[in-house]
């Protein structure tokens, strides 16, 4: 099992800047693809990024391709999402999500594990 807690949502105005943060424990942290998903109300859930256990690779939603940075560090079993250039329709509860396979991919059906999520709220 793993446990994931997601952290740094918030409130932000359109342009800002925010990291969020996410802690894992239950598992060898290295062993694990990690994914972040967002959902907005009414609206399915939605692939974010994915990063590698080495984070060699990354792979980014067409929308958060050249605002969103994927990355990770397993020495603290954390994976951080730093977005740039928020936009009010990245408004959405973020959710950290792992996956006990070395192959990326960005379909929220192949991720084991979820956190609770994280509100980002992004005003204009």
């Known amino acids: 099992q793993v446990q994931l807690v997601e952290s740094g949502g918030g409130l932000v105005q359109a342009g800002g800047s925010l990291r969020l943060s996410c802690a894992a424990s239950?598992?060898?942290?290295?062993?694990?693809?990690m994914g972040w998903f967002r959902q907005a109300p009414g609206k399915e859930r939605e692939f974010v990024a994915a990063?590698?256990?080495?984070?060699?690779?990354?792979d980014y939603g067409r929308f958060a391709k050249g605002r969103f940075t994927i990355s990770r560090d397993n020495a603290k079993s954390t994976v951080y999402l730093r977005m740039n250039g928020l936009k009010p329709e990245d408004t959405a509860v973020y959710y950290c999500?792992?996956?006990?396979?070395?192959?990326?991919?960005?379909?929220?059906?192949?991720?084991?594990?979820w956190g609770q999520g994280t509100q980002v709220t992004v005003s204009s």
């Open positions: 999500a792992a996956r006990s396979s070395v192959v990326v991919v960005n379909t929220a059906l192949n991720y084991d594990y």
């Open positions: 239950g598992r060898t942290f290295s062993t694990l693809t």
């Open positions: 990063i590698s256990w080495n984070d060699r690779t990354t």
